[in-house]
């Protein structure tokens, strides 16, 4: 009996090893599985996965690659990362290297500035952008003169000429709503800054313009002066009495608000200067006594504008501001000097001024172009500063008028004159130009460089980059909130069983 128990537990051990044993793959079912449509249909599935992972890689380099003036879209409402017209004229136009030194930290890199650095040197191959990290490079600064530096500041070179940007200059703070409203816009102002310094390292002759002095003239304020300078402009005084002629490097000569009139001798200096090439820019309020600036006027009348008496009141008050029908927003007609003006929608205020008439029967040499004009409706107060009332009286003189007026000569020699005169000091004024926004001194700096035949460097504007947040009533959050958390949902979701029954039903 123990024996025959013995054989039965020996034949179940080998019955549990048979079952354990694995099976020998069958290698021919195993190669033929590579011929099989599944196969060949899933190798292929990989092979695409792998080729489009590829492509996209590549073409992630290669955009990566691009320039970001090339990849990047403005859709800001100021346009803070586009660059303007003037300086791809500028910059594109190089033909020396340009090397902009870019003094920061490593970490502290200004976004808005590396992404116009990035821009400068994407319109062309003279301009390059190299990184000095200051505690890297501690002594750098030195050698241009500079006793430190802070972060965000560039040194601009070309040759031997070089200039800085500041980074406190890159910025600019509007405060005049700041006691009303408690707010206050910030302008990024790198690009005018840039382009301007480029723009004097690169230059051979920067534009010189001589103030004229000796007849009580108003003086130009700091703000104006740093705004010329700011624009490569060189600026001298001048007095005629002390000369025999303009100097020759005068590029154009500034009238600003005489209160007295030119002699004999300097109306003949001016008319030769002017008759030679020379160029004048001229301001001047209405006078007090009617033959204050009788050589004066006799000098422009030769170019065909002469005053109109008294003082420009309007009658339409979508052309005067703060209540005042003497503080004139005159329209502003099409023009090199007034077209960025035109498309960005900024206003010029003169507060006081007298009109300027064009003669009907021009020399065929002269061109006069009108930059300013009043209204259908606006007048002239003979009574001039001793008015007594702003209305319409019998006797004043009906408008339209000009108030600032372009005027091109060809003279003789074939040189040509440009003129631009203003019938109006207030221009020049520091409040006036705040209240339009800077619109003023855009207007003064565009006619200089007109005048001074720099027209690439017209207005160049500063950028807001103040965030507008739109805000919403709690009655129309509410249904917003109603709209996407729930109509939107429902609607999805009936047109969902909708489809769905169709397609049980087919």
């Given at each position: 009996?123990?024996?025959g128990?013995?054989?039965q537990?020996?034949?179940?051990?080998?019955?549990?090893?048979?079952k354990?044993?694995?099976?020998?793959?069958d290698?021919a079912?195993?190669?033929?599985?590579?011929?099989?449509?599944?196969?060949?249909?899933?190798?292929?599935?990989v092979?695409?996965?792998?080729?489009?992972?590829?492509i996209?890689?590549m073409?992630?380099?290669?955009?990566?690659?691009?320039?970001?003036?090339w990849t990047q879209l403005?859709?800001?409402?100021?346009?803070?990362?586009?660059?303007?017209?003037?300086?791809?004229?500028?910059?594109?136009?190089?033909?020396?290297?340009?090397?902009i030194?870019?003094?920061v930290?490593?970490?502290?890199?200004d976004?808005?500035?590396?992404?116009?650095?990035?821009?400068?040197?994407?319109?062309?191959?003279?301009?390059?952008?190299?990184?000095?990290?200051?505690d890297?490079?501690?002594?750098?600064v030195?050698?241009y003169?500079?006793?430190?530096?802070?972060?965000?500041?560039?040194i601009?070179?070309?040759?031997?000429?070089?200039?800085?940007?500041s980074?406190?200059?890159?910025?600019?703070?509007?405060?005049?709503?700041?006691?009303?409203?408690?707010?206050?816009?910030?302008?990024?102002?790198?690009?005018s800054?840039?382009?301007?310094a480029?723009s004097?390292?690169t230059s051979?002759d920067?534009?010189?313009i001589?103030?004229?002095?000796?007849?009580?003239?108003?003086s130009?304020?700091?703000?104006f002066?740093?705004?010329?300078?700011?624009e490569?402009?060189?600026?001298?005084?001048l007095?005629?009495?002390?000369?025999?002629?303009v100097?020759?490097?005068?590029?154009?000569?500034?009238?600003?608000?005489p209160s007295?009139?030119?002699?004999?001798?300097?109306?003949?200096?001016?008319?030769?200067?002017?008759?030679?090439?020379?160029?004048?820019?001229?301001?001047?309020?209405?006078?007090?006594d009617?033959?204050?600036?009788?050589n004066?006027?006799t000098?422009?009348?030769?170019y065909?504008?002469t005053?109109?008496?008294?003082?420009?009141?309007?009658?339409?008050q979508s052309?005067?501001?703060?209540?005042?029908?003497?503080?004139?927003?005159?329209?502003?007609?099409?023009?090199?000097?007034?077209?960025?003006?035109i498309?960005?929608?900024?206003?010029?205020?003169?507060?006081?001024a007298?009109?300027?008439?064009?003669?009907?029967d021009?020399?065929d040499?002269?061109s006069?172009?009108?930059?300013l004009?009043?209204?259908?409706?606006?007048?002239?107060?003979?009574d001039?500063?001793a008015m007594?009332?702003?209305?319409?009286?019998?006797?004043?003189?009906?408008?339209?008028?000009n108030l600032?007026?372009?005027?091109?000569?060809?003279?003789d020699?074939?040189?040509?004159?440009?003129i631009?005169?203003?019938?109006?000091?207030?221009?020049?004024?520091?409040?006036?130009?705040?209240?339009?926004?800077?619109?003023?001194?855009?207007f003064?700096l565009?006619a200089?460089?007109?005048?001074?035949g720099?027209?690439?460097?017209?207005?160049?504007r500063?950028?807001?980059i103040?965030?507008?947040?739109?805000?919403?009533?709690?009655?129309?959050a509410?249904?917003m909130t109603?709209?996407?958390?729930i109509?939107?949902p429902?609607?999805?979701?009936?047109?969902?069983?909708?489809?769905?029954?169709r397609?049980r039903?087919?």
């Open positions: 009996m123990m024996f128990k013995k054989k537990e020996q034949a179940g051990e080998t019955r549990e090893k048979k354990l044993r694995l099976p020998r793959p290698m079912k195993f190669r033929a599985g590579f011929h099989t449509r599944t196969f060949r249909v899933g190798g292929y599935s092979a695409a996965a792998a080729i489009v992972l590829a996209a890689i073409v992630n380099l290669f955009v990566n690659a691009l320039p970001s003036s403005d859709t800001t409402a100021t346009g803070i990362f586009s660059i303007s017209s003037q300086t791809e004229q500028i910059v594109g136009g190089l033909e020396e290297d340009v090397t030194y870019w003094v930290q490593s970490g502290s890199e976004a808005y500035l590396e992404n116009l650095l990035g821009r400068y040197e994407s319109l062309s191959d003279h301009v390059s952008v190299v990184k000095k990290d200051p890297v490079y501690p002594t750098f030195t050698q003169g500079l006793d430190g530096a802070t972060n965000n500041d560039l601009v070179e070309c040759g031997d000429r070089y200039t800085t940007v980074a406190s200059d890159l910025y600019e703070y509007d405060y005049s709503d700041y006691y009303t409203t408690g707010t206050y816009d910030i302008s990024f102002a790198g690009e800054n840039l382009t301007s480029i004097y390292v051979d920067l534009p010189k001589y103030v004229l002095t000796g007849h009580g003239e108003s130009l304020s700091s703000d002066e740093a705004a010329l300078e700011k490569n402009v060189e600026i001298e005084e007095s005629l009495l002390t000369v025999e002629a100097p020759e490097d005068a590029d154009c000569i500034l009238i600003y608000g007295s009139d030119i002699s004999e001798t300097e109306l003949e200096l001016l008319q030769d200067y002017l008759s030679a090439g020379g160029n004048l820019f001229l301001l001047t309020d209405t006078p007090e009617d033959d204050a600036l009788t004066l006027e000098l422009m009348a030769d065909g504008v005053t109109v008496e008294g003082i420009v009141v309007e009658g339409s052309n005067y501001a703060y209540g005042y029908p003497y503080y004139l927003l005159p329209e502003l007609e099409s023009h090199t000097i007034t077209s960025p003006l498309s960005d929608n900024y206003y010029v205020l003169i507060p006081i007298q009109g300027l008439e064009i003669a009907d021009l020399d040499s002269l006069v172009s009108a930059l004009t009043t209204s259908d409706e606006a007048y002239s107060k003979v001039g500063w007594t009332t702003y209305s319409q009286e019998s006797g004043d003189i009906e408008g339209p008028f600032a007026v372009a005027i091109t000569k060809t003279n020699d074939e040189t040509e004159s440009k631009v005169w203003v019938g109006s000091t207030s221009l020049l004024d520091d409040s006036t130009n705040t209240a339009v926004s800077g619109g003023n001194q855009d003064f565009n200089v460089n007109w005048i001074c720099q027209e690439s460097s017209i207005s160049i500063s950028k807001s103040v965030s507008e947040y739109l805000t919403i009533d709690s009655a129309s509410s249904a109603l709209a996407v958390v109509v939107l429902v609607v999805y979701l009936v047109i969902g069983i909708c489809i769905w029954a397609r039903r087919a």
